[in-house]
């Protein structure tokens, strides 16, 4: 199962043609609807912010096709592993992306992502278009 990052999610919203034909790729690969987590829900809500309302109800209706993943007690735990591991190693991540890594683990599903950042933590399923 595939879980979007948020520069996955907005340019899908966008209908970007290059990033629909790597994810018509990895669903042939993968099989399986796509998810989303809860910060990418977030930071996706938080770039409507100055849309006009026609384009918010647009792009909510857009969200909305998409099931969330949301924390456990279980991911603050990972979360706090991947920050003590990879922090010392000098490899800085924000709290949206060591919790999008963490839930990400947790449901044992694969990270889409076009950050390569990601591709430190190595406990993660990842495919980096």
Not at 3 to 20: A, G, N, P, Q, Y
Not at 65 to 90: C, E, N, W
Not at 114 to 129: G, W
Request: aromatic share 12%; glycine share 2%; no cysteine.
């Amino acid at each position: 199962m595939l879980v979007l990052d948020t520069s996955i999610l907005i340019d899908l919203s966008r209908k970007h043609e290059k990033t629909f034909q790597k994810m018509a790729i990895l669903s042939q690969k993968y099989l399986s609807e796509y998810f989303i987590a809860f910060p990418t829900e977030a930071e996706f809500l938080y770039g409507l912010r100055n849309k006009s309302e026609r384009s918010r109800h647009k792009e909510m209706v857009f969200l909305s096709q998409f099931p969330v993943l949301h924390t456990t007690q279980r991911t603050a735990k990972i979360m706090a592993i991947f920050r003590d591991k990879y922090s010392p190693k000098g490899k800085v991540f924000s709290f949206a992306d060591l919790l999008i890594a963490a839930i990400a683990y947790e449901n044992n599903m694969s990270l889409v992502t076009y950050d390569k950042s990601f591709q430190h933590i190595k406990e993660l399923n990842l495919e980096v278009i």
